[in-house]
C-alpha cells in the first residue's frame, strides 16, 4: 500500500489488528531489540537526505502535477509524522520547531486538521529547504531522545510507530524519485538525476535477441490463501489472509521489455479501438497519446526520460511508465491478458524477495534488462506490475480507527492493485503480500506489466 | 448488462460462444417457434412506442446531461440496431430510409463508423418525432416481412439477432424512464411523467414504524458457481460460469428505506469525512451534495423528484438515485457492508424473478413500500443494488469479435456491479446472473442497497 | 443596441432621460396617435409567430450553445417582457398566465428576481410551444384591453413601454433567425430553414470578378456631432449626443465579400501570427479554425451553412458570421483598418435608411450581393459591420435607474460596437445611431466588415 | 506600455517610427554620449540584481500563477532580451553561454521561434538561480565590450536597443515584484519580501480622519493634445500625438484611500449588482470575492498582504491591487465615474514626474498616505490608475514591423489604460503619456483608482 496520488494520498499503514485499535503487527518479543529499530530508523532517515543529494534548492521545491509533490514536501512530511504521531504524544516537553509546520506538512489525514491543499505544495517557497533539514534535525534528535530515555513495555505501541513511520518514510522515498523524474521530464533541459555513464546501456541491442522466446511458468489451479500471516511489519489492507479458488494458471517468465513496446507501437497499437477498454481509448485521444509518456521518436530512433537524462531506449529493458490502459491495451494485443493479484502472489510463493530495488548508494535506479531464461524473473524490483485485480478490501476487512484507519482502506475504489515493488523501491520494504494502487489513468510510477494466460 | 452511459455506450450484447463467433445463446430447438419471437418483438417495439406516448415533441428532443439520451433518439437508436445487424444483411432488397440515419442513431460501434457525438444528440431536433416514427415503422415492416419469408434453418443466426435486438431494445426502455426523469428533475416546472393519484402514497407512515425491525437471513459459504449455465438469451459478461469460493454471509431481508436514510442525513451522513471513500468525499463537497440529488427540503419536509411528479418522500419506499460512493458510506454508517456480486446471485438462487418491474401499461413505474418480513424480499424489481463487486471479466472471458463484441468487454474498468433490475426494468428482461454496472459517481438510475455482514 | 449573448443578456433599452427616470423619448404629441402604436405592435407580435411558423416544436425547444436561445423562449421572453413591464402595473386585475413563467423568462434583470440559467434554456420543454402560443394570445388579448381602455394623458409612459417592448421584440427576432442558425449548423443533416430555390445564386461569378475594383469614399475630418439628438425611440446608449474630432477618412464603397476572404484564407491568413490580435490568434489556435466557422471546404471547394441550408460559398455575396479578430486581422491583411463607429455614422449621414433588412415574409433572408460601384453601399442591412470602438459610455452617460437600467450600461466592457444592422433585422429598427455590440470572439450574428483608411 | 500578463506578453516597444523601421526616439545628438547610456545600463543591470536578493533560490523559481513569473525567468529574460536583439547582431564573434536559454527565455516573440510555455516557467527549476547569475554576468561583460569597441554611428540604432532593454528590463523590475508578492500572498506562512519596522505605520489612523475632504480639481473642455511629442525614449503605443475633443471635467486631489473602500465594503458594495458590470459581477461570484483580494478581515480587523508581510490595513494609504470591474464599482457607488486616459493625460500636463517610485536601495515598496490637501497629488508613483479608456490604437497608429512591433500593437483589444505608475515603478521610467494596460479582470499590480466627475 504505497502512497496515493490521485486526488488525495500518500500514505501507509498498518495493523492487523482487525478490532480496530492500533496495535501494529510486529511481534513484540524480537521488538525488544530496540537498538536495531533504532539503527533502521537512523538509516532510513539518512537514506532520505541522500536522495535529496543532487537535487538544488529550486529542483526540491517545484510541483510538476497536482499527483507529484516536491522533494522537500516530502522531506518535511515525514519528519511531521513522526512529530505528530510520535513526539507530541510519547515525548514529554517535547516542543514543535514551528507551528505552521502542522498545517504545511499534513498530506490527507482530516482527523489531523486543516492543510495546505495538494495541488499548492509547490507554492512552499518557505520554509526553505535549509529550514527543512533542520526540521528533519529537530525531530531527528528528539526521536534519539526518546529511545535514550528507553521505551518502556507499555507503550511498546512506540516501536510500532516508529516502524509505521520507517515504513511510510520508505514510500515516500519512492516518491520522492518518481516525482522529481515527473518534474525533470517537462524541462526542455531533461536534467539528470544522476548522470548515466556511457556504458550503462551496454548489451542491450544484443539481448534483444534473445528476448524473442515465449517462455511460460505454469501453476496449478486450487485454493490458496491469500494475504499477510507473520507477525511482522504489514499494512491493513493485506489482512485479513483468506483462501481464493484460483483456476489453472501460466506466467511469463520476464516482464514486457521495450523491444516488446516498440512492435506494439509500429502495429498500430495506439490507433486501434478495438485493443483498448473504453475509458482508455477515451483518454489517450484526449491526450493524444502514441506512445509511453517518457518516450519520444527523434529521426527515426526512440529515446526515454530517465533518472539519468534522456537516453536511447534500451530493447531489452522493461517497459515502464505505462498506465493499467496501456498494459491492458497491449496484452489484448498479445493475445494474452494481465495477472490477477491472486496469481501474482501464489506465484512468487517460493521465491526470495531479491531483485533491482533502490540501492543505498543511490547510483543509478533504473529497471535493468530482463532476459527470457525459462525461470521467473524480476517479480520483484525493477517495475511494479500491474493486475487486472480492482484495489478492493479483502473480506472482512474494516478500517483501523483514528488518523492510522485513512491510510488504505478510503481508496478502495477506482484503481488497480500492483505487485512486486520497482527499482526505486528501498529494499526491505516489500512483501509478497504488498498491494500497491494506482489509478488505471497514472503513468509516473516504474510500472510495467507481465503477461499472464488461462492453462487448460 | 444495460447500455452503458458514462461517457460511452448504451448497449449490450450477447453470446455463451467463449471462441467469439456470433452463435447467440438461445436454444436452437425452441427458438424453431420463430412465431413466438415473432410476437415478443412486436410487444417490445409497441412498449417502447408506448413509453414515449406522455411525452411531447420537445420533451423527446432535449438531453438534460451527457450520459442520458432523448427519447427521440432512444425510439431510433433501437430501431438503427436492427436494420445495421439484421435487415441490411439479411433482407433482400432492404433499402435504409435515410443514408443520415446511420451517423445520427450509432451509439458507440467503433465498427460502425463514425457517428454523432454523444453529448450533442440533444442537438437532432431533425429528424423529427414523427419521422422516427416513420423510421419504426419502415423497419417494423422490414422486419415482418424477414419474418413472413420464413427465417431458414441456416440463418438461425438471425434469430439470434433479433433476441438480442430485443433485449437491447428492452435496456433502451429502461433508460428513456431514466433519462426522460434526469430531464424533468431540472425543469423547474417538476413535470410529471404519469401523475400520480393522491391515494398512491398511502399508508407510507405506518409501514414506516414498522420497520424498525432488522431482519438478517444467513448463507453458507463455501464454493459457489456463478454465472449463466443455462440455454437461454444472456449476455457475454454473464460467462464463463466458474467457481467461486465465499465465506458465510447474512443479507438484510429488505433493501434500505428512505426512513433510514433519513436518519443518516440527520446524523450528519453528508458531514463526516470517516464514513466516505477518499473519491466520494471529493465528489460530493465538490458538488456540494447533502442528500440525495432528487430529494429537496422544503419547510422541514422531504420531497423527491419522480416519474409522478415532485411528490412528499415516501418513508416506507426504497431509497433510490443514489450512487456507489452514497451506498457505501450509507453502509458504512449503519455498521454494516454491501454485498459482493457473488453473494447476492447466491442468496438470490431459489427466488422466482418476480417483483416489481414495469409493467405493460406504464401506469405508475416508482419503487414500492418495503416491508421488513424476515423473509427475502424486493431482490429483482424495486431498484438496482449497488454491489461491492468492481465490474470486471469472469476468469477466462474473451470478448465476441466483431462489432457486438464492443458491448461489455470494453466497460470492464472502474465500474460497479449492479443486481435485481428496477421498477423500470421491462419484464422478462432480467436474470439472476444478469450483471449492471455504472460509474460509481453515476446516480440516475433506480439505484438503491441492501446491507450485508460478515456471518461466523 | 442588441441583446446580450456574452454570459448574460438579451436587451435593449431606452431612454434620453440624462437623469435616470424612465421617460422615454418618442415625442408625446405625435405619439398622441395611439392607434398607429397599436397597429405596430400587433405586427410585430405576428412577425415573431411568422419567424417561428417554419420550425417544429423540437427545432423551437433546443439550444445549440449558451449564448444562443431556443425560438420558444425568445416567443415567451418577448411576451413576459411586456406582461412583466406593462400588464402588471397598468392593467387592472390583469392576472398572469401562470406563476412559473417569470423564472422561466426573465432574462438578466437582477432587479426582478431569479431566473431560470441561462446556459438551461434548453432544458425548458416544458411549457409546450402550444403553451407558449396560448400565453401570447393571452398577453396579446390583455395588451389589446390595454389600448381599447385608452391610455390617458398621465400615464404616457406606457405608450413609452410599449415602444420598447416593440423593439425589444425586435430585437429577438434578430436573434430567433441567428440562434436556430446556429443549431442547424451542428446538425448533420444541415437542415434549411427555408429553402433557397435553385436560381437564387445566379450571376454570382460573374459579379465577383466585376468586384476587383477598389472604390473609396474619402470624408472629411473635423468636429461631428454623434448620437441622437432626434425626440424619437432610441436607446440610453445613443446619449449623450456630444461631439467628437475626427481625422480624414476614407470608406470602402463595398463590405468585404466572400471573393476577398477566399484569397484572405489561400494566403495563409490563418496561420500568420502577425495579421491577429494576441487574444484572437490564441482563440483560432485554441478551437483549430481556418476559415470562418459555417464554412467548410469539400472536394475543393467553399460551402456555407445558411438559413436556406448548406450552399456553395456566393463569391460576391458579403462575407459574414466573423468575429472582431477576424475582421482584424483581415484589415491587417489588406494593408487597411476598421472604421471607427464614429466615422461609420459620420459616413452614413445622408443616407437613407433603406437597405436588405428582414422582410415582412421571411423569404429568404441572407445578404445579397455587394458590387463595387463607386458610391457608399450596403450601409444598411445585409451584415452588422464591426467597428474598431470599444463599446463604452458616451461621455455623460448614466445608466437609467431600475430594471430598464440594466439594459445597455452594465455591459460597456471588453465588446466592440457594430453598426448598420443585418438582413435579419427587422425593417425600422435600425437607426444611424443604433449600437450593437458583442464580443471579440463571437460570431452567431450576421456580422462582416468594411475597410476604412486615412486619407490626408 | 508594460509587459502584458494576460496570457500572452511582458513587452514594451518602441518607436516612433511610422514607417516601421527600427528607428529609436531618442534623439541622436543627445545620445552621442554613449558614456551615460553605459552607467545607466550598469544602475539598471544592477536594481535587478538587488531586486533578487531578498529572496532564496526557491522563491525565485516559482510561478504563483499563469499571469505571474519567476524571479528567476525575468533576470534571464532581461538578459535574453540584450543578447538576442542586440549581441547576436552587433558584436563581432559574440557567443552564446548556452543553445537552450533561446527556447527558455523568449516571452511572446512569435517571430523569434517555438519558446517554453508562459504556464510552465515555474517548471525551470534549471537553469539554477547561480546559472542565471552567471548569464547575466556573461551578457553584461559582453555588453561592456560592445561599449569598449565603441559604438559607430551607422549604428546608432545599437543605442536605440540598448535604450529600449533598459526600459524593457525596468518593466520587469516591477514585475519582480508584483510577481513575487502574488506568490507570497499565497503562502501559509505571509513572507515579508522585506519587514517592515514597527513604525511603519504611524499615524496612518490620524490621518484617516483628515481624509474626509472633498476637493475636486477643475480642468477646461476643449481640443487637447494627446500623446508622445518629444524625441525622447517612448513607445509606439503612444504615438501619433493627436488632437481629442474634450469636455470639462474634474478630478479628485487624492486617490481613493483603504478608508474609503472599507465603506464601500462595508455598504455592501460587493453584493450589489447595480454598482456592477455585468462581466465583473459574474467575475466576483465565480471567485467569491467580497473585498480585494489580499485584504483579510480577523477578528472585526483588516489585514493586508504586502511586501512587508501581512500587515494591519493602513486606512490613509491608497487602495491597491484592485480590478477594473472594482474599480468601476466603486466609482458608480459613490456617484462619480472614473477618468479618461486623455483627461488624466491634460490634467497631469504641469505636474513633475515625481513621487512615490521604486527606490534605488529598495527599502520599502509601498504606496503611502494620500492625504487631500486640494492639490492635485499622487498622479505619479504609488498607484497605477485605471481609466475608463479601452487600451486601443492612436489614430494613424501602425505596429513597427519585425519583433519589436509584436510589443504593445497586438495587445490592443480588451483591455483598459492605466496611468501613472507605481510605488514599484524603476524611476525614470515613467511618462505622462505612458501607457501601462490589463485586462479588467486583473488585480495583482499595484492598481488603484481617482475619482472623476464632469463639470459645467
Known amino acids: 500500500m504505497t502512497p496515493q496520488r490521485g486526488t488525495q494520498s500518500e500514505e501507509a499503514a498498518n495493523s492487523d489488528s482487525e478490532d480496530g485499535s492500533l496495535n501494529l503487527s510486529t511481534d513484540s518479543r524480537e521488538r525488544g531489540d530496540t537498538q536495531k529499530l533504532a539503527a533502521r530508523l537512523r538509516q532510513t532517515r539518512d537514506l532520505s537526505q541522500k536522495l535529496a543529494e543532487p537535487l538544488s534548492p529550486e529542483d526540491q521545491t517545484v510541483q510538476a502535477m497536482d499527483d507529484a509533490s516536491p522533494t522537500k514536501w516530502h522531506l518535511a ?38 492543510r495546505h491543499p495538494r495541488a499548492s505544495r ?43 513511520g520507517i515504513n511510510h518514510e520508505q514510500q515516500h522515498q519512492e516518491l520522492i524519485l518518481t516525482d522529481i523524474l515527473s518534474l525533470f521530464a517537462r524541462s526542455p533541459l531533461y536534467p539528470a538525476y544522476r548522470k548515466s555513464s556511457a556504458t550503462d546501456c551496454d548489451g542491450a541491442e544484443t539481448s534483444a535477441e534473445a528476448g524473442r522466446a515465449e517462455n511460460w511458468i505454469e501453476y496449478e489451479g486450487g485454493i490458496h490463501e491469500i494475504g499477510y500471516t507473520g507477525d511482522g511489519f504489514h499494512y491493513d489492507n493485506e489482512r485479513p489472509a483468506h483462501e481464493v479458488l484460483l483456476r489453472p494458471f501460466k506466467l511469463r517468465d520476464h516482464v514486457v521489455r521495450n523491444t516488446e513496446w516498440v512492435e506494439f ?9 478495438n485493443l483498448w477498454l473504453a475509458d482508455g481509448w477515451a483518454f489517450i485521444n484526449q491526450n493524444d497519446w502514441s506512445c509511453p509518456q517518457y518516450w519520444q521518436k527523434r529521426d527515426g530512433l526512440w529515446w526515454q526520460m530517465t533518472l539519468g537524462g534522456n537516453l536511447p531506449l534500451e530493447p531489452a529493458a522493461p517497459v515502464t511508465h505505462i498506465n493499467y490502459y496501456e498494459a491492458d491495451a497491449f496484452a489484448r494485443w ?29 547510483l543509478k535506479p533504473r529497471p535493468v534488462e530482463s532476459t527470457p ?9 525493477d517495475v511494479w506490475e500491474w493486475t487486472s485485480s480492482p484495489y478492493n478490501a479483502y473480506p472482512g476487512y474494516r478500517a483501523p480507527k483514528g488518523a492510522v484507519g485513512e491510510y488504505n482502506g478510503k481508496f478502495m475504489c477506482s484503481q ?16 509478497r503480500t504488498y498491494r500497491n494502487f494506482f489509478y488505471p489513468n497514472q503513468n509516473w510510477q516504474f510500472t510495467g506489466l507481465r503477461l499472464a494466460d488461462d492453462f487448460s
Open 77 to 114: 512530511h515525514t519528519t511531521w509524522f513522526f512529530e505528530e504521531f510520535i513526539l507530541k504524544d510519547f515525548l514529554p516537553d517535547y516542543k514543535c520547531l514551528s507551528p505552521d509546520y502542522n498545517y504545511c506538512f499534513n498530506s490527507y489525514y482530516e482527523a489531523k486538521g486543516d
Open 122 to 164: 509547490g507554492l512552499l517557497t518557505r520554509p526553505s529547504s535549509d529550514e527543512v533539514e533542520q526540521y528533519r534535525g529537530h525531530v531527528d534528535e528528539a526521536l534519539a531522545r526518546l529511545f535514550d530515555l528507553g521505551i518502556p513495555d507499555e507503550t511498546s505501541s512506540v516501536a510500532d510507530l516508529v516502524e509505521l
Open 265 to 273: 507501437v509500429g502495429d498500430g497499437g495506439y490507433q486501434n479501438p
Open 334 to 362: 498479445a493475445g494474452k491478458r494481465l495477472p490477477t493479484e491472486y496469481e501474482w502472489e501464489v506465484a512468487s510463493r517460493h521465491l526470495p524477495i531479491e531483485g533491482n530495488f533502490l540501492d543505498r548508494d543511490v
Open 373 to 381: 531464461t525459462g525461470e521467473l524473473k524480476q517479480m520483484f524490483g
Open 416 to 431: 488497480f492493485t500492483l505487485k512486486g515493488g520497482s527499482c526505486v523501491t528501498p529494499p526491505g520494504h516489500i512483501r
